[in-house]
């Protein structure tokens, strides 16, 4: 069975940085590419960064130079890095898993942030 677990969140001030966690199993990690999603009260889903199997990555124009991305292939696990945070950040923050063979996606349950001061 396939299961991604995020971890990481919580309450953090303006301008301050959090780093998420997604833990995969039950999937060949290195040929998935893994996104990390987001979506906040009142607003539909939306992509925040993902980084491909190769290395390359996507990312929203609203946390350009502020998040960034990266995969640890070893220990099947992905992170988001994210500095200099905005109250408009607050959001679940949900980990992806798209695999090369369409409808081979998966979704983690989530983890808050909360930005706030």
């Known amino acids: 069975q396939v299961q991604l677990v995020e971890s990481g969140g919580g309450l953090v001030q303006p301008g301050g940085s959090l780093r998420l966690s997604c833990a995969a199993s039950?999937?060949?990690?290195?040929?998935?590419?893994m996104g990390w999603y987001r979506q906040a009260p009142g607003k539909q889903r939306e992509l925040v960064l993902s980084?491909?199997?190769?290395?390359?990555?996507k990312v929203a124009n609203s946390v350009k130079d502020r998040f960034s991305i990266s995969r640890d292939n070893a220990k099947n696990t992905v992170y988001l890095q994210m500095n200099s945070l905005k109250p408009e950040d607050t959001a679940v923050y949900y980990c992806?898993?798209?695999?090369?063979?369409?409808?081979?996606?998966?979704w983690g349950q989530g983890t808050q942030v909360t930005v706030s001061s």
């Open positions: 992806n898993a798209e695999g090369p063979r369409v409808g081979s996606g998966y």
């Open positions: 039950g999937i060949i990690f290195s040929i998935y590419t």
């Open positions: 980084i491909s199997s190769g290395g390359g990555t």
